[in-house]
Structure formats: structure tokens, C-alpha cells
């Protein structure tokens, strides 16, 4: 579990080492009827998505506690958490050894790489990269990070929820953000508890918060689509699973073909290039699959452009 005092220390430890993201007012009407509507331009956070908010504070808090090895960091990801730890590491001048899986999309490999990190694909599925990334870790000694359920993760995440309550005076009722294994949406709804409300999108074919709230526990689902690359955790996180039950965070499915539609219309009409990931909480609107009232007042978190946007026309 993590708790508003583990946001407030995030939100200090990380200042000056993540951006500060814009959020922009839009016409609510090409979405669905609501009183008032921003997007949380997350996207351009430092390695194009929300995840270096989290690494940051998880590296930081180990260098500050003398618990950061020389031999740095490791981390399993689909992409952007070790795209995010990388870039952390970097910071804190220590290596990071990444393993993914073996559908990663080649974009996120390369840029890896390109931020130094030792990158080692193993498999097809998130869970066997981070298998193996946990007994690398074991062996090493790295400092281990996983990508969405340890609670400095967590509560870095939550950040992100702090600056949507200042920039928006507050005056927000509901944030629509997509889940895969719940970091963002721990943090976030962690830092709006009694002050909005959290929808959990997902994709039809990754349910991991639908299904864990329906079996009163994390559970292991079937993961597969066009978002499996950055909504492709297999199991919801303990923590997002505590704060999800405790804020009553609400989950929202969505189609294949509904993120496909999001990805485009987010492009034609805002010209974002955005993940199918991202577009997945941009789809619940779209497709009608969450519906505000005429009253509401509603942020659409967009959290990563880690993506190939040759296929957007």
C-alpha cells in the first residue's frame, strides 16, 4: 500500500529530474458530452512516458539510502519502464541491464541502447522477461525495478496526479488513464483519493484490473492485441490491486478496433502521435464504453509516445 506522504516525498525527491507535463483544455464534443475536458500531455515526459517519474524516484531514494550498487540496475519491461530506468541509471551514474521480451517493438529496443542501457530479450511475454530479470538481479546484486508494483514506483507515478490537482485548480471530477499492471493508476488514484475519481481502461484482451477486482485478487490473465506492448503485464500489481479496492477505482474495457479508431482520431485531431497503449483511455470515450455526465469535468491521461507513427495515416 502506499499513502499521500509517500506521494508528497516523491514529489519532492524527483523535482528537477522530471518534466513538469502540460495539460491542455479541448473540446469535450468529438469525445462525449462533459462540462469540461483536458489532456495531461504525459508524453512528453522525459523518455515519452510516465514511467521516468517512478524510476526516478525509485533510483534516487536508493542512492539517497546508500542502497544503489556499483553494478546499477536491472529491470524487466515491455519497453518504457526500461526505457525510464535506463535513463535514470544514466542520471544517477550507475549501468542498467534491461530484459524484454522478445516482441518488443524494435523503436523501444533501439532507443535503450541508444540510452546505454544492456538490453537482453528473452521470450514473448512480460513475465518471462521479468523472471529472468529477477534472478539477474539475484545473482548481481543490481538494485532491482520493477516496472509497476514497488511502492517508490508507485508513488513516483503519483506525481502525476499532484500535477493534475494544480493545474487544473482542482476542479477536475474524474481522470481516465490506461492500466496495464496499475502503477500509474496506484499513484495516481493514491493522490486523487478525496479529491476525484480513477477509470482503469484496458483492453479486452489484457483485463488485468477487470479481472482482479471481479476475483477479489490479482489474478493471471491471457494478455494479447495491439497494446500488449506496453498494457502487456499479466497480473495486476498487489499495490494497484490495494489502492484500486480502497479508492474504488472503476474498470472500463475497450475493443481492439475502439483503440485503433482513439489512436487515429488522437492524431487527426490533436496531431499526438500516441501509443495504442495511450489511446486506450482516449478509446473508452470514443467508443462510448464510459460515458460522463453533461456536469463532469474529465482528464485523459496521454502517457506515452513510444511508438512507430508510419501506420497513423
Known sequence: MIAHSDVDAATARVAGEIRRTPVIA??????????????????????????????????LAARDEGRLPETGVVAASGGNAGLAFAYAAARAGVPAEVFVPETAPAVKVA??????????????????????????????????????????????????????????????DTVLLAVGGGGLMAGVATALDGHARVVGVEPERAPTL?????AGRPVDVD??????????ATRLGEIAFAVATRTEVRPVLVTEEAIVEARRFVWEEYRLAVEHGTATA????????????????????LCGANTDPSDLH
Open 223 to 232: 494478455v494479447s492485441g495491439v497494446a500488449a506492448d506496453s498494457l502487456g
Open 282 to 301: 482516449v478509446a473508452a470515450l470514443r467508443s462510448g464504453a464510459y460515458r460522463p455526465s453533461p456536469d463532469e469535468r474529465v482528464v485523459i491521461v
Open 26 to 59: 479541448v473540446d469535450p464534443g468529438p469525445l462525449a458530452p462533459a462540462e469540461r475536458m483536458w489532456l495531461k500531455l504525459e508524453l512528453t515526459q522525459h523518455t515519452g512516458s510516465f514511467k521516468a517519474r517512478g524510476a526516478f524516484n525509485h533510483v
Open 111 to 172: 532507443r535503450l541502447r541508444a540510452l546505454g542501457a544492456s538490453v537482453v530479450q528473452v521470450g514473448t511475454r512480460y513475465a518471462e522477461a521479468q523472471d529472468a530479470a529477477t534472478k539477474h538481479a539475484a545473482d548481481t546484486g543490481a538494485l532491482f525495478c520493477h516496472a509497476y508494483d514497488l511502492p517508490e514506483v508507485c508513488a513516483g507515478q503519483g506525481t502525476l496526479g499532484v500535477e493534475i490537482l494544480e493545474q487544473t485548480g482542482g476542479e477536475v
Open 210 to 214: 477487470e479481472r482482479a477486482l471481479a
